[in-house]
């Protein structure tokens, strides 16, 4: 079974989210082939968990805060999130920790928030470019994950990670994709690194410029468990077909 997850960042406003999920929820997925789930804004949450209800597809959450409750304007927290229906949640996507300024603390605790309500966290890693051009893909790895997994309790939730080199990710489908064999092998990387923390099977997803056209070039790989999909999720005839070809694997 492999993972396709559609991230719709702010890409799609409630009306446009609405509709993307009455066409998903008219496709019919097969679910031991391919687990499907979005990640809509917050406005549309509710609204494209009750049209994909019947479906085998899931929800997920962007971000969230990591207090339950509060004085914090602007906020949603991971039990907001549960009671909404959400399955998952990203926890340090870079578009969070480059655009908007999370740390790798800030990134452990959302994590430990997301646990601690019963949720999947999907947690993003990856190196920026000026990582790369310094040599430094393993050490911003091995950093990212010692930081967000040293000494974890993953309760029974489990994890999701997902590889996301920065430079690979695309601003609405203009994007450099990450070579499949220089993502297998960070994927190799991480897998060995999350086994110093943690004892059970994490899938791995890459994410960064994926469509239906080179999806399976990443997938041919075994460290490659799915894909996290930004820019190609945003319509139906990009995303189903990306999610048809994997089901057809
Ligand atoms: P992209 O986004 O597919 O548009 O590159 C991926 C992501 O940021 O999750």
């Not at 019947?54 to 929800?59: E, V």
């Not at 991971?78 to 909404?84: K, Q």
């Not at 923390?197 to 994926?210: C, E, K, N, T």
Request: charged share 25%.
């Amino acid at each position: 079974m492999k993972f396709v997850f559609g991230n719709w960042k702010m890409y799609l406003d409630f009306d446009e989210s609405l509709v993307l999920a009455n066409q998903l929820a008219t496709e019919s997925y097969n679910s031991n082939k391919v687990e499907v789930a979005v990640f809509p804004n917050y406005l549309a949450i509710t609204d494209v968990e009750m049209s994909l209800r019947d479906t085998s597809i899931r929800i997920g959450a962007q971000n969230c805060a990591w207090v339950p409750k509060g004085a914090y304007t602007g906020a949603i927290s991971a039990e907001m999130l549960r009671s909404a229906n959400c399955d998952y949640v990203l926890v340090g996507h870079s578009e969070r920790r480059y655009v908007f300024g999370e740390t790798d603390s800030d990134v452990r605790k959302k994590l430990e928030a997301v646990l601690d309500v019963g949720l999947t966290p999907v947690l993003c890693v990856g190196e920026t470019k000026k990582d790369r051009e310094e040599g430094k893909t393993e050490y911003r790895l091995k950093k990212q994950l010692m930081k967000a997994l040293d000494g974890i309790n993953l309760y029974s939730n489990g994890l999701i990670i997902a590889y996301e080199p920065v430079w690979a990710i695309s601003n609405a489908g203009v994007g450099e994709p990450c070579d499949p064999e220089d993502a297998n092998e960070a994927h190799e990387l991480i897998d060995l690194e999350i086994k110093q923390y943690l004892d059970i099977d994490v899938p791995l997803l890459y994410g960064g410029s994926v469509t239906a056209n080179n999806v399976l070039s990443y997938l041919a790989h075994d460290s490659v468990d799915g894909v996290l999909v930004g820019s190609a999720a945003r319509k139906i005839e990009t995303f189903s077909n990306l999610i048809r070809t994997v089901e057809s694997m």
